[in-house]
């Protein structure tokens, strides 16, 4: 089955701890992103990568860091996690930056006290 | 960056009415998608418009997009309770990073048995 996966879904934690959320996906995909869902505010595109070792910034960048050492997998990194980081995370993959279909995983809900 | 305005917010109705949400911007789309989210779960995709005028059905949803490509609609025939969800609106942003879709805010439909 095809899919994008995240763990964790859940996570709580204190102001600076560092912290993964993995992503991987199953689709032999180039294109991988993340987003962030805040209410108001919708979706946000937080990183987003083209292919292995191709990262960029998206349009909330600040505070996170990603990497893409292997086409599957996409990582998204807080180094140390601040309270306005608490939000709802979507990992994203699709064949290639403009082929319009977009798998999302399930989310990852952070609460950072 | 381009704004999509979704409308309207928030929208609750009985199992087996009809309903439209809307989806606009400020300048022409170049293609646009609808998605659905349900609670606890990433968007999927429903489909995509490319071309102005073009009426898309997928069962229940009939998608029109604008003769102007300015805006775009999905009208619900017969309303089921399944069709809870939030409903978003997105455009790429080939202005912006590339393969970054603009979300809008979202339609929260609630539908009662």
């Known amino acids: 089955e095809a899919q994008v996966t995240q763990n964790p879904r859940y996570l709580i934690t204190v102001t600076g701890k560092k912290l993964t959320v993995t992503c991987s996906q199953n689709?032999?995909?180039?294109?991988m992103s993340w987003y962030r869902q805040d209410p108001g505010l919708g979706l946000r595109q937080i990183y987003y990568s083209m292919n292995v070792e191709v990262t960029d910034k998206g349009d909330v960048p600040e505070g996170y860091k990603v990497s893409r050492k292997e086409k599957r997998n996409f990582p998204l990194i807080l180094e140390s996690p601040s309270p306005n980081q608490t939000s709802l995370y979507f990992c994203?993959?699709?064949?290639?930056?403009?082929?319009?279909?977009?798998?999302f995983g399930p989310g990852t809900r952070l609460t950072v006290l | 960056t381009q704004l999509l305005e979704q409308s309207p917010q928030f929208l609750s109705i009985q199992e087996g009415e009809n309903l439209t949400v809307y989806c606009n911007s400020s300048?022409?789309?170049?293609?646009l998608q609808w998605y659905r989210q349900e609670p606890g779960e990433g968007p999927v995709l429903l489909v995509t418009?490319?071309?102005?005028?073009e009426v898309k059905k997928l069962k229940r949803l009939t998608f029109q997009f604008g003769d102007a490509r300015k805006d775009s609609s999905l009208h619900i025939t017969a309303a089921q309770p399944g069709d809870t969800g939030l409903y978003l609106c997105?455009?790429?942003?080939?202005?912006?990073?590339?393969?970054?879709?603009?979300f809008g805010k979202g339609t929260k439909l609630s539908v009662k048995p």
């Open positions: 418009v490319v071309t102005g005028g």
């Open positions: 689709m032999n995909h180039e294109y």
């Open positions: 300048s022409v789309f170049s293609s």
């Open positions: 994203a993959s699709r064949p290639g930056p403009n082929t319009d279909t977009q798998y």
């Open positions: 997105a455009e790429m942003n080939y202005g912006g990073s590339q393969g970054n879709l603009i």
